[in-house]
């Protein structure tokens, strides 16, 4: 019996739904706060899934290849721009179907195109760095058990 690690796509699941999790959780603190909505309803979209899911598996891909090389600061400003690269890059082609589910040029003051807004960066940091410490950490650590496999 030994231990099968997971496969990417499992992977690209688990920080998919991850990122999904933390989009909802954000959403409902937000409106909260901004709102007082003390219900906590927060919102997302599918497309979200799929932003979320890719950004960080590049992200993974980043850190196994930097990690031992590059200290923590500069990683963190890598996944960075990886993190508006992919958000905007789906924002501006879902755009062009209608159907970009966020827009930031009513929020913000710092944004191109409604689609990134440079007030994010804070959090974008502290997000992509707790990605890599613990999500990513977790998801290149677990697996599954493999019954036919001999140690």
Known sequence: MGIRRLSAIERLIIYGCSGFT???????????????????????SIYIFFVYGLSIFII??????????????????????????????????LNIWNACPWDYASYFDYHIMGLIT???????????????QYIIHFA???GWIDNDKEE
């Open 118 to 132: 440079m007030e994010y960066i804070p959090l974008w940091f502290c997000s992509s760095l707790f990605c890599e």
């Open 22 to 44: 933390a989009e909802v959780c954000f959403t409902a603190a937000w409106d909260a706060i901004e709102n007082g909505n003390r219900r906590l309803l927060g919102t997302s």
């Open 60 to 93: 993974e891909k980043l850190y196994l290849r930097l990690k031992g090389k590059c200290r923590l600061f500069p990683r963190g400003l890598a996944y960075i721009t990886i993190c508006y690269l992919f958000e905007f890059a789906f924002g501006y082609f």
């Open 140 to 142: 290149l650590n677990i």
